[in-house]
């Protein structure tokens, strides 16, 4: 028995959020939405996104998730806000914390397909999405708006 072993204690680990982008593309009065194959979500409408890989700067991620779930090529523009996602088990208990970062982005090239994560993927006009009876992840609307509107300014 070592002298360290009288002094070790078990720590549980720290559990942090997951951070994870969200590609608003814009595209003529339209924004591309995926409908979720994965939690949190399923099946629910929301935008092309996914985790951020270790030393990968926040656009980049971007880009390859929308051309991942849409095959659609977009230019990454900026961050446009940040959302909290908790994903909740049957019993209720926190499952995973997701830190979202929404970015703006401009279409490139490319018709949408659905591809890795996603069922589906669309155009919806950014103005009846409000309006529109589709199943949505949470905030979709405002952030879709805020992302348009940075979109606007930055053409």
């Not at 942090?16 to 409408?45: E, F, H, S, Y």
């Not at 998730?65 to 996602?85: G, H, W």
């Not at 208990?93 to 069922?119: K, M, N, P, T």
Request: charged share 25%; proline share 3%; net charge negative.
């Amino acid at each position: 028995m070592s002298m360290n072993s009288s002094l070790e204690t078990h720590v549980a680990p720290v559990r942090r959020p997951i951070a994870a982008t969200l590609g608003v593309v814009c595209k003529d009065g339209q924004v591309l939405m995926i409908r979720r194959r994965n939690a949190p979500d399923v099946g629910r409408w929301s935008f092309p996104g996914g985790k951020i890989d270790f030393g990968e700067a926040v656009l980049v991620a971007t880009e390859r998730e929308i051309s991942e779930e849409t095959s659609v090529q977009a230019k990454a523009l900026q961050v446009v806000t940040a959302v909290d996602v908790h994903d909740i088990d049957a019993d209720g208990a926190l499952r995973q914390h997701y830190l979202l970062i929404a970015v703006a982005c401009s279409w490139i090239a490319g018709d949408a397909y659905a591809g890795d994560d996603a069922l589906e993927a669309k155009w919806f006009d950014v103005e009846q999405l409000a309006h529109s009876d589709i199943a949505r992840s949470f905030d979709v609307v405002a952030v879709a708006k805020l992302a348009y509107q940075r979109y606007l300014e930055a053409s």
